[in-house]
């Protein structure tokens, strides 16, 4: 009886998470493509999670969420006296809720292993039962057979890497040369990885940012501290299943993490340019110029190592605008920036160009 009751509670509490007001989120694009905001990584009460799956589909929906993924553990099962292991469970209990609400829902389970190889994700798989091997490489070959997109988890998380400094090691090489690595996380939970950057611009996989969230959602990440919860961008030819694993193989991606985004600088540059514009001077007094620098995204602009003749530094507010004053010499050359909060690599920041528009 009391599990009964306790699966009850669970159903409910999922049904009513879906009643809440949905956000809309503004972010940065990558022209010719639709921006997907994807969370790859969390769990339920079928492994080491206290939340029932429905619950996450209607967190993803609230919080303006395209594509989840449920990524239950294979070798942990923690609950497996009171709940029945079943790998797909719940991909079949989240399935019609997900198509409901408009959430694509990527099938998918975590790996489980120490380190190395450490946790991946098996994503955009058919049958989780295969992953059940004792040998990690007919684990993941399982996977890859069936078209998976296999991210490494948390590469310098403290109870594995106890400097918390993610490092390749042989097994990771290997899957590389096999083509059977896509992406890594650049963010996890609370937490972010610099080197990981490196490791996806030098080894062409995806930079990949997740909650990996056992408990409620919204009591991780309240405000004020948090404005939202992590996030992967993907940036797919259009909002289907078939697009998003597309584009992920295709590595346009990027994380939103706070007021932080992290990318590669092919995509960065052009994200930055989706959401700052900068107007026409309205003020002209022969040695300086006014304009404003307007940033249509929820995700502040902090520009720093101004040129000489104007700011050294300047923020866009989320939604807002900023005026600019500058030398009149800045009409016919830009003002080059660099964005602290855009990261490109383990010790790099995007650097930009800002002009104003012409009359």
């Known amino acids: 009886m009391k599990i009964r009751l306790f699966t009850l509670s669970l159903l409910l509490l999922g049904t ?18 639709v921006t997907l905001k994807c969370d790859f990584h969390m769990h339920t009460v079928f492994s080491d999670g206290n939340v029932w799956p429905i619950y996450r589909v209607g967190e993803a929906w609230r919080d303006g969420l395209d594509a989840i993924s449920i990524t239950d553990h294979i070798e942990y099962q923690p609950h497996k006296q ?6 797909s469970a719940a991909w079949k209990i989240a399935s019609a809720t997900a198509a409901d609400y408009n959430i694509i829902l990527v099938k998918g389970s975590e790996i ?3 380190m190395p190889p450490g946790h991946l994700n098996a994503l955009f798989i058919s049958e989780p039962d295969s992953l059940v091997k004792d040998d990690f490489m007919k684990a993941i070959e399982a996977a890859v057979a069936q078209g998976a997109f296999i991210q490494w988890n948390h590469p310098g998380w403290k109870s594995q890497q106890p400097d918390g400094i993610p490092r390749m090691y042989d097994v990771h090489r290997e899957l590389i040369g096999k083509g059977w690595l896509h992406g890594i996380e650049y963010y996890n939970d609370a937490e972010y990885y610099p080197l990981v950057m490196d490791m996806c611009r ?28 992590p996030m992967t961008l993907v940036f797919a030819k259009e909002r289907t299943g078939e697009s998003l694993k597309e584009a992920m193989f295709a590595r346009r991606t990027a994380v939103w993490y706070g007021d932080n985004l992290a990318a590669l600088e092919e995509i960065a540059a052009p994200l930055f340019r989706s959401v700052i514009t900068a107007g026409a001077p309205f003020k002209d007094d022969g040695t300086r110029i006014w304009f404003e620098l307007c940033n249509s995204s929820e995700i502040p602009m902090k520009l720093s190592g101004g040129p000489e003749g ?3 530094t300047l923020t866009v507010p989320a939604r807002g605008m900023v005026v600019v004053r500058a030398d009149r010499k800045y009409l016919s050359q830009p003002l080059v920036y660099n964005v602290n909060n855009i990261v490109t690599g383990s010790n790099s920041v995007l650097k930009v160009e800002i002009s104003p528009a012409k009359k």
């Not at 009171?82 to 790998?87: A, Q």
């Open 16 to 33: 009513m998470s879906l009643q809440a007001q949905r956000r809309m989120l503004s972010v940065p694009e990558l022209p010719g493509y």
């Open 82 to 87: 009171y709940i029945p292991v079943d790998h």
């Open 112 to 114: 489980t292993r120490k």
């Open 202 to 229: 030098d080894n062409k996989l995806a930079v990949m940012g997740n909650s990996d969230f056992h408990n409620v959602i919204s009591e991780g990440y309240a405000a004020p501290e948090y404005s939202h919860r």
């Open 310 to 312: 104007a700011p050294a």
